[in-house]
C-alpha cells in the first residue's frame, strides 16, 4: 500500500540555518508527490509539487524537493531559515487515476531568533 | 475572491448526537474532500466526491456520511457521535483532474464530543 514516513516529528533550526525535512514513500506505482504548510489555526497551503519531468521541484517561499526515485524519498529544504517559516509541514502521496491523498504525521518546524 | 469555508469553526457536541460540519467553495472544483487530522496521524481521507451525485469511501469513513447535491456545497454527517471522532476537520477541493491536482484546504472545524 501507498504510505508517507517523515523522520523527526519535530525540527529545530536558527534563522539563518538550512532547513532539512526529511519524507521517504512507499508506492507500487509512480507517485505523485506534494509539501503542504500550515500555520496555526490554518489550513493547509500548498509548499510545491512533483507530477513529472524535472525532479528538482522550486516551491513558495524560497523552498525546494528533489524526487529521488531510488531512494524513494522526496525531502524540503530551504537554503536559510526565515522565522516566519515555523508551521508544521506535511509530506502527500498520491499516484495516477486515484485521488486517496496519503500524508505523513507531519513535522513541526521551529525557528530559534 | 474564490475560497473555501467551513462551519462551523468550533464544535462541541455530546456522544450519540447526530452533527453535521458545512464546507462551502466557489471556485466552481468538482472535486470535493473530507479529512481528519490527528496528532501522530497527519490527515486521513474520510469520505470524498469527482462531482455532483458522486460520493466515494476513504480510508477512515466509518460512522461518517456525506452528499453531494451541488457542486459549491458538501456537508459530511457524522450519524452518532462518538468520542473517538474528537478531532479537527478540513474539507478541500480540486479542479477537475486526476491525482495530480492541486487541493485547496478550508480553515477546519475543531470538533469536540463529550
Known amino acids: 500500500a501507498q504510505s508517507v514516513t517523515q523522520l523527526g516529528s519535530h525540527v529545530s533550526v536558527s534563522e539563518g540555518a538550512l532547513v532539512l525535512l526529511r519524507c521517504n514513500y512507499s508506492s507500487s506505482v509512480p507517485p505523485y508527490l506534494f509539501w503542504y504548510v500550515q500555520y496555526p489555526n490554518q489550513g493547509l497551503q500548498l509548499l510545491l509539487k512533483y507530477t513529472t519531468g524535472a525532479t528538482l521541484v522550486k516551491g513558495i517561499n524560497g523552498f525546494e524537493a528533489e524526487f529521488k526515485k531510488s531512494e524513494t524519498s522526496f525531502h524540503l529544504t530551504k537554503p536559510s531559515a526565515h522565522m516566519s517559516d515555523a508551521a508544521e509541514y506535511f509530506c502527500a502521496v498520491t499516484w495516477y487515476n486515484n485521488n486517496d491523498m496519503r500524508f505523513g504525521a507531519g513535522t513541526r518546524l521551529t525557528v530559534k531568533p | 475572491d474564490a475560497e473555501i469555508t467551513q462551519s462551523p469553526r468550533h464544535k462541541i457536541t455530546e456522544t450519540g448526537r447526530q452533527v453535521t460540519l458545512a464546507c462551502h467553495q466557489t471556485?466552481?472544483?468538482?472535486?470535493m474532500f473530507w479529512y481528519r487530522q490527528d496528532l501522530g496521524h497527519g490527515l486521513r481521507l474520510i469520505h470524498y466526491?469527482?462531482?455532483?451525485?458522486?460520493?466515494n469511501k476513504g480510508e477512515v469513513s466509518d460512522g461518517y456520511s456525506v452528499s453531494r447535491s451541488n457542486t459549491e456545497d458538501l456537508p459530511l454527517t457524522l450519524e452518532s457521535a462518538a468520542s473517538s471522532q474528537t478531532s479537527v476537520y478540513f474539507c478541500?477541493?480540486?479542479?477537475?483532474?486526476?491525482?495530480?491536482?492541486?487541493?485547496?484546504f478550508g480553515p477546519g472545524t475543531r470538533l469536540l464530543v463529550l
Open positions: 466526491s469527482y462531482g455532483v451525485q458522486d460520493t
Open positions: 478541500a477541493s480540486s479542479e477537475t483532474g486526476g491525482a495530480a491536482e492541486t487541493q485547496y
Open positions: 471556485w466552481n472544483h468538482n472535486n
